[in-house]
């Protein structure tokens, strides 16, 4: 069974004072009150294009749950996005129930608006985003990755956490990690940041290719998704359309 995490040897991934930063970053956030006026409102409005109230989906990275992507799901509602968290509570893996319950969350958005869902993953979020866009493209507008890696063996402080939870990982994770790189065949956003102290920057690139931006932002892995470089990102994404948004069921 291949492991898909490693603790990082010296130069090949985040250091401790990263790793530390990264840590502070994420306690502020969790022990920050809710922000009680809608997100990004100090920008000029002619900064952040507004949407038409299509759905989009946010998924939680590893450890976390929809409290650490509130602030983004207020963001996009702000801006005209049906936006939604992924209701399950903790990611605590990619389980297949947790897998199964992504699947379930865009096939019910889906259904219920007629119209095909953008996904935004954070971290191991975004490898459920992609995922879910390799299975069902019909259903999938754009998938937008914050920190999420591609590369495996993984070199992350946080493999102490992981190993004893791998046991009840979907065994295709851990069989066939190199098939999580596959670019979904819909138009994918990917965001990295060399400040990151969880996961390797390199490894959250993907391949280039005509459907794929990569754009790297200042942040902190854990505090992605209050990134205003990500935002604005994600907003001016959103508003553009997609290749096929004539099309049935766009």
């Given at each position: 069974m291949t492991?898909?995490?490693?603790?990082?040897?010296?130069?090949?991934g985040p250091g401790l004072r990263a790793f530390a930063a990264d840590t502070?970053?994420?306690?502020?956030?969790?022990?920050?009150p809710p922000r009680r006026t809608p997100a990004g409102r100090h920008l000029p409005a002619p900064a952040l294009p507004q949407g038409d109230g299509r759905p989009v989906l946010v998924l939680?990275?590893?450890?976390?749950?929809?409290?650490?992507?509130?602030?983004?799901v207020r963001f996009l509602r702000a801006h005209?996005?049906?936006?939604?968290g992924w209701g399950k509570g903790v990611n605590w893996g990619p389980t297949r129930r947790a897998l199964a319950h992504a699947?379930?969350?865009?096939?019910?958005?889906?259904?219920?608006?007629g119209q095909r869902v953008t996904l935004i993953g954070h971290?191991?979020?975004g490898l459920f985003a992609r995922e879910l866009a390799r299975e069902r493209p019909d259903l999938v507008r754009l998938v937008v990755t914050l920190g999420t890696p591609l590369r495996f063996p993984l070199p992350t402080p946080l493999a102490p956490l992981v190993w004893p939870l791998m046991r009840a990982f979907d065994p295709r994770y851990l069989r066939n990690p190199a098939a999580l790189a596959e670019t979904p065949p819909v138009p994918l956003i990917a965001c990295y940041s060399r400040r990151d102290g969880i996961v390797p920057w390199r490894a959250c690139i993907p391949d280039a290719g005509p459907s794929v931006s990569i754009h790297e932002i200042e942040s902190h892995h854990t505090v992605m998704g209050g990134?205003?470089?990500?935002?604005?990102?994600?907003?001016?994404?959103?508003?553009?359309?997609?290749?096929?948004?004539?099309?049935?069921?766009?």
């Open positions: 492991s898909l995490v490693r603790l990082p040897r010296k130069g090949d502070g970053a994420f306690l502020r956030a969790l022990l920050r939680p990275g590893f450890l976390t749950s929809d409290r650490m992507q509130a602030g983004l005209g996005h049906d936006a939604q699947r379930a969350r865009l096939q019910a958005i889906h259904a219920a608006t971290s191991l979020g990134s205003m470089e990500a935002r604005r990102i994600i907003a001016q994404a959103l508003a553009a359309p997609a290749p096929d948004d004539s099309s049935a069921g766009g």
